[in-house]
């Protein structure tokens, strides 16, 4: 027998008591891990919104919202940026909301209730040579043809929620449309959104010759801040620009705010679970207070008896640690399997910082909670504890 | 140990509790040579469990001198290693380890020996034969009868090869005909393994087994009666 499998066995002699103290650190573990991967994936989206090659400005105009839907700007618009120093590239994107999505599948020619049958499928109208500015660098499949007008391409996210692959039939606006090809940015919008022809798009909603947006890409010396204030310069009251750093930051603002709850909540369940621990460690050294003086009766140093106590307790965080990590990635991925909405929009991240942090709170819960149980196992005078009753 | 062939010199030791209200031991003058067994007798609070537990390196006396196997008690530090080398205990409740089987508890001191694993368990294994339990070794503690626990105990206090067992109480709890059979496997290891046995019991029938009796009474040797 080591010493090792005398410190793991040794919590168990106590079952309820272990199960009790294992739940109450578990529920920490859970908070931290699925918070992390909740929050981390989102942070990933954010990061995928500056990657390079895709646009670094979005015009739109004063007063609207740059997610908002429909088109209130002129397409010509997109052209006439073109001539402001520092611009690279331009396109003008229509954005729509399709409310009352019918998908059907041609290959098992069933119907089904689209996603976001609450809050409606996000279309964007958009040249098919000019997709690499809102992040689009690669198609599976084929991408859909100017001048079609039955044709889509389908982010990867949404294409998973509804089962839909590259040929499949969607219909939108009452009409069908072929999915031609699927990709996947890392943008969680944009991977939950649908694509097509801009004009196509501007025919269906009734918005010919409008746009939403201008996305604006700029030369490789030019400042997007110079560029982006040139634009807003040039059209005063007509024209706002948002920077992709921009809209990154405000997103990570609100994920930096739920980063804060996240650690306060998972701080408080820590720290009632160390509690839990401390209170099962005193109570393991009260009822093996005449052992502990055999212990020391047989010739184990103080040390000894203080590392066997510790042991003890970290065994019990690190089984919680195993224990509240299968139980947060699990209830993580049914919760966004069950939850189409929800999923659709999250990827979790399974980054093992987030596992490392989870470990080494376990750890050093056991630590503390274990500390004071162990030093007092240790430092028992061998009479009196051989005595004890 | 020293050239007299006293494994156990003791000289005017004294050991007082409750801020000296109590004197457990009051003058204490023993010797005892290497391989002996003595039995300790006297009445309740006399101070023969302090006695003990001073040669056993439990406790630390006040005043006096003591030498145990060659080892100065009042003045080396390391009484846990001479725990570990040099003592076997056997107390009145086996205290065994309830979680860990009856080949677990006798390897317990031997944690601090740096013994490997392997050699744990053969000079284990060779223990439980010699108290006869060796078809019983990866029972728990509790499926034992008290017995066969106290045998357990004995095979755990002679497994680091200690020159000394000390028994406090050892047939205490058990019925007369068992702790006959324990007292007379502890006499048998003592001759078998040459190792000194000191014994505490309040039973004159168990006393007289032992080669000489030591009376204790107030903290004091009154009497000593060689048996042999």
């Given at each position: 027998?080591?010493?090792?499998?005398?410190?793991?066995?040794?919590?168990?002699?106590?079952?309820t008591?272990?199960?009790?103290?294992?739940?109450?650190?578990?529920?920490?573990?859970?908070?931290?891990?699925?918070?992390?991967?909740?929050?981390?994936?989102?942070?990933?989206?954010t990061?995928?919104?500056?990657?390079?090659?895709?646009?670094?400005?979005?015009?739109?105009?004063?007063?609207?919202?740059?997610f908002?839907?429909?088109?209130?700007?002129?397409?010509?618009?997109?052209?006439?940026?073109?001539s402001?120093?520092?611009v690279?590239?331009?396109?003008?994107?229509?954005?729509?909301?399709?409310?009352?999505?019918?998908?059907?599948?041609t290959?098992?020619?069933?119907?089904?209730?689209?996603?976001?049958?609450?809050?409606?499928?996000?279309?964007?109208?958009?040249?098919?040579?000019?997709?690499?500015?809102?992040?689009?660098?690669?198609?599976?499949?084929?991408?859909?043809?100017?001048?079609?007008?039955?044709?889509?391409?389908?982010?990867?996210?949404?294409?998973?929620?509804?089962?839909?692959?590259?040929?499949?039939?969607?219909?939108?606006?009452?009409?069908?449309?072929?999915?031609?090809?699927?990709?996947?940015?890392?943008?969680?919008?944009?991977?939950a959104?649908?694509?097509?022809?801009?004009?196509?798009?501007?025919?269906?909603?009734?918005?010919?010759?409008?746009?939403?947006d201008?996305?604006?890409?700029?030369?490789?010396?030019?400042?997007?801040?110079t560029?982006?204030?040139?634009?807003?310069n040039?059209?005063?009251?007509?024209?706002?620009?948002?920077?992709?750093?921009?809209q990154?930051?405000?997103?990570?603002?609100?994920?930096?705010?739920?980063?804060?709850?996240?650690?306060?909540?998972?701080?408080?369940?820590?720290?009632?679970?160390?509690?839990?621990?401390?209170?099962?460690?005193?109570m393991?050294?009260?009822?093996?207070?005449?052992e502990?003086?055999?212990?020391?009766?047989?010739?184990?140093?103080?040390?000894?008896?203080?590392?066997?106590?510790?042991?003890?307790?970290?065994?019990?965080?690190?089984?919680?640690?195993?224990?509240?990590?299968?139980v947060?990635?699990?209830?993580?991925?049914?919760?966004?399997?069950?939850?189409?909405?929800?999923?659709?929009?999250?990827?979790?991240?399974?980054?093992?910082?987030?596992?490392?942090?989870?470990?080494?709170?376990?750890?050093?819960?056991?630590?503390i909670?274990?500390?004071?149980?162990?030093?007092?196992?240790?430092?028992?005078?061998?009479?009196?504890?051989?005595r004890?009753? | 140990?020293?050239?007299?062939?006293?494994?156990?010199?003791?000289?005017?030791?004294?050991?007082?509790?409750d801020?000296?209200?109590?004197?457990?031991?009051n003058?204490?003058?023993?010797?005892?040579?290497?391989?002996?067994?003595?039995?300790?007798?006297?009445?309740?609070g006399?101070?023969?469990?302090?006695?003990?537990?001073?040669?056993?390196?439990?406790?630390?006396?006040?005043?006096?001198?003591?030498?145990?196997?060659?080892?100065?008690?009042?003045?080396?530090?390391?009484?846990?290693?001479?725990?570990?080398?040099?003592?076997?205990?056997?107390?009145?409740m086996?205290?065994?380890?309830p979680?860990?089987?009856?080949?677990?508890?006798?390897?317990?001191?031997?944690?601090?020996?740096?013994?490997?694993?392997?050699?744990?368990?053969?000079?284990?294994l060779?223990?439980?034969?010699a108290?006869?339990?060796?078809?019983?070794?990866?029972?728990?503690?509790?499926?034992?009868?008290?017995?066969?626990?106290?045998?357990?105990?004995?095979?755990?206090?002679?497994?680091?090869?200690?020159?000394?067992?000390?028994?406090?109480?050892p047939?205490?709890?058990?019925d007369?005909?068992?702790?006959?059979?324990?007292?007379?496997?502890?006499?048998?290891?003592?001759?078998k393994?040459?190792?000194?046995?000191?014994?505490?019991t309040?039973?004159p029938y168990?006393?007289?087994?032992?080669?000489?009796?030591?009376?204790?009474?107030?903290?004091?040797?009154?009497?000593?009666?060689?048996?042999?």
């Open positions: 027998m080591s010493f090792l499998s005398l410190v793991v066995k040794n919590p168990f002699r106590n079952k008591r272990s199960a009790l103290a294992i739940v109450g650190i578990s529920i920490g573990i859970i908070v931290i891990v699925a918070l992390g991967m909740v929050t981390g994936g989102l942070e990933n989206s990061q995928s919104t500056l990657k390079a090659g895709a646009a670094e400005i979005t015009v739109i105009q004063t007063g609207s919202n740059s908002g839907s429909g088109g209130s700007l002129n397409e010509s618009l997109a052209a006439s940026l073109l402001i120093n520092g690279k590239d331009t396109t003008g994107i229509l954005r729509a909301t399709n409310t009352s999505t019918t998908v059907t599948a290959t098992t020619n069933s119907s089904s209730s689209g996603f976001g049958a609450e809050g409606g499928v996000s279309i964007t109208g958009i040249e098919a040579n000019k997709l690499s500015l809102i992040g689009i660098d690669s198609v599976n499949g084929t991408a859909f043809t100017n001048t079609s007008t039955n044709q889509v391409i389908m982010g990867i996210t949404i294409a998973q929620s509804l089962n839909k692959t590259v040929g499949d039939t969607i219909n939108l606006y009452g009409k069908n449309f072929t999915i031609t090809g699927t990709y996947e940015t890392g943008n969680f919008i944009t991977d959104g649908i694509m097509m022809p801009l004009s196509t798009l501007q025919n269906l909603t009734s918005n010919q010759n409008k746009i939403s201008v996305l604006v890409k700029v030369t490789d010396n030019a400042n997007v801040t560029v982006s204030q040139s634009i807003e040039a059209y005063p009251n007509q024209l706002s620009t948002t920077t992709a750093a921009d990154a930051n405000r997103i990570n603002q609100g994920l930096s705010f739920i980063n804060t709850a996240s650690w306060a909540i998972s701080l408080l369940a820590i720290f009632i679970g160390a509690v839990g621990v401390i209170n099962t460690m005193i393991s050294v009260y009822e093996r207070t005449r502990i003086g055999v212990l020391k009766a047989v010739g184990w140093r103080d040390r000894r008896i203080l590392g066997m106590i510790l042991g003890e307790s970290i065994v019990l965080t690190l089984l919680a640690f195993v224990i509240g990590t299968i947060a990635v699990v209830g993580v991925e049914l919760i966004l399997t069950l939850s189409p909405s929800v999923g659709g929009i999250i990827k979790p991240s399974f980054a093992y910082d987030i596992f490392l942090r989870a470990f080494v709170v376990a750890f050093l819960v056991g630590v909670g274990g500390l004071y149980p162990a030093y007092r196992a240790s430092r028992l005078s061998p009479t009196e504890a051989l004890y009753e | 140990m020293n050239n007299t062939g006293n494994i156990i010199e003791i000289k005017g030791l004294k050991k007082s509790y801020n000296g209200k109590i004197k457990a031991l003058g204490m003058d023993l010797e005892v040579k290497k391989g002996e067994f003595i039995s300790i007798m006297g009445p309740s006399s101070g023969k469990s302090s006695l003990l537990n001073m040669i056993g390196a439990l406790d630390r006396a006040d005043e006096g001198t003591i030498t145990v196997a060659g080892i100065d008690l009042m003045k080396t530090k390391k009484l846990y290693e001479f725990r570990s080398k040099e003592i076997g205990f056997v107390f009145q086996h205290n065994l380890i979680n860990l089987s009856v080949l677990e508890n006798v390897q317990i001191p031997m944690f601090e020996t740096k013994t490997s694993s392997k050699d744990m368990k053969k000079r284990a060779e223990l439980l034969k108290v006869n339990l060796e078809d019983k070794i990866n029972q728990k503690p509790t499926k034992l009868s008290g017995g066969e626990r106290q045998r357990v105990a004995i095979a755990r206090a002679l497994v680091n090869h200690p020159s000394i067992i000390l028994a406090d109480e047939t205490g709890s058990l007369s005909k068992t702790g006959e059979v324990i007292l007379n496997l502890l006499k048998d290891l003592h001759s393994e040459n190792v000194t046995l000191v014994m505490v309040h039973e168990v006393g007289k087994m032992a080669e000489r009796i030591v009376t204790v009474l107030d903290g004091k040797c009154q009497n000593i009666i060689s048996t042999l």
